[in-house]
Nanobody
Framework: QVQLVESGGGLVQPGGSLRLSCTTSRSILGFSAMAWYRQAPGNERELVASITRGGTTNYADSVKGRFTISRDNTKNTMYLQMTSLKPEDTAVYYC?????????WGQGTQVTVSS
């Protein structure tokens, strides 16, 4: 069973930074694409950023210029570096990966941006 495990969430003040990590239980090279989604209370889950095996990235307009997605194949880990955080970034952040055609999800990590 392939697992995705997120870490790095927490409470941060507006303007602050956090880095989320998503570690896979199998080689990250088995994932054709990976992504971060988020879901705020009362809202639908939305795509934040994605990255392909080849390194092509894509971002939601709301996070462009503030968030950076990356992956370290040697550590089987994907990251989301978040800067200039805003209260509206508050949500549960989920790691997603496509493993041989099958979408997999992590359990989520809470990010709260508040003073």
């Amino acid at each position: 069973q392939v697992q995705l495990v997120e870490s790095g969430g927490g409470l941060v003040q507006p303007g602050g930074s956090l880095r989320l990590s998503c570690t896979t239980s199998r080689s990250i090279l088995g994932f054709s694409a990976m992504a971060w989604y988020r879901q705020a209370p009362g809202n639908e889950r939305e795509l934040v950023a994605s990255i392909t095996r080849g390194g092509t990235t894509n971002y939601a307009d709301s996070v462009k210029g503030r968030f950076t997605i990356s992956r370290d194949n040697t550590k089987n880990t994907m990251y989301l570096q978040m800067t200039s955080l805003k209260p509206e970034d508050t949500a549960v952040y989920y790691c997603n990966g496509i493993f041989f055609g099958e979408p997999l999800w992590g359990q989520g990590t809470q990010v709260t941006v508040s003073s």
